[in-house]
């Protein structure tokens, strides 16, 4: 893995001095994967891109030096911690409604000498009240539909700062359906990005959205309210 890792890094113009950390951390994966269930993808060389070097993209493409980053729905730490990794000046908190992949996380965190990474358990929707408009950016992948994900990550974006949601290539009927929600909670599609995963023949894309102005107090909802009743 760590060779795929090093090649990947580089077309991707990053640092490849960090593919051993990148490496341990997809070992620890596979090994945690055989008795805890954190992913679906346990080949080595499909965990190093789809998980490292989809992950590590974002850096090509948004600027996280210095920032204070939530990786909503982190699930085993992705986006989130690779970014971190090969961005150590980014602040991190990892986000997830799972107890037992918040544990995988901070032995990772551990395992790594990681410092400057929080990780919480508990719920996007809840996470608001304690942390409402603090962060400078939110990532999420793989969580929700763009309508949903919107009120579980805006309101805890900055105004000026931005909500980076990783989805397919073909989301185009998802992105517009999500546009009257992306506005009322205060946000703004900044850009629209297809990038490649090196090595694959993979592409996916980072929908941007910047944060332009406060969300409304009422939102962030329940997330029964958020489902049945989508803004
Ligand atoms: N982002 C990771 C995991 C995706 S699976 C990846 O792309 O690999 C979705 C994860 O989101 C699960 O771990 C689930 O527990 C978490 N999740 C779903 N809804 C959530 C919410 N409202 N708040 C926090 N976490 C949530």
């Known amino acids: 893995m760590e060779t795929l890792l090093r090649q990947g890094l ?10 051993p950390a990148l490496a341990r951390y997809g070992a620890l994966l596979i090994e945690t994967n055989k008795v805890m269930n954190l992913t679906a993808i346990t080949e080595p060389a499909d965990v190093a891109a789809l998980h490292f070097l989809d992950s590590a993209a974002l ?15 982190t699930g085993a730490g992705f986006p989130g911690l690779p970014l971190k990794v090969l961005e150590p000046t980014l602040q991190l908190t990892l986000l997830d409604a799972l107890q037992k992949r918040i544990t995988f996380l901070e032995t990772v965190c551990r395992e790594l000498g990681l410092t400057g990474v929080e990780c919480v358990h508990g719920r996007a929707e809840a996470f608001a009240a304690d942390r409402r408009e603090t962060f400078d950016i939110v990532t999420s992948r793989a969580v929700a539909n763009l309508q949903i994900l919107a009120e579980l990550c805006l309101p805890l974006v900055k105004v000026g700062g931005r909500f980076l949601a990783m989805k397919a290539v073909d989301s185009d009927a998802e992105l517009e359906a999500a546009r009257r929600a992306i506005g009322t909670l205060g946000g703004r599609v900044a850009a629209v990005r297809d990038y490649a995963i090196p090595g694959t023949q993979v592409r996916h894309r980072l929908i941007s959205v910047e944060k332009v102005k406060k969300t409304p107090e009422k939102y962030p909802r329940t997330f029964a309210k958020i489902k049945k009743n989508p803004l």
């Open 59 to 73: 850096l090509t493409l948004e600027d996280f030096r210095n920032k204070s980053v939530a990786d909503v729905g």
């Open 10 to 19: 580089t077309a991707l113009g990053l640092p490849a001095d960090a593919a």
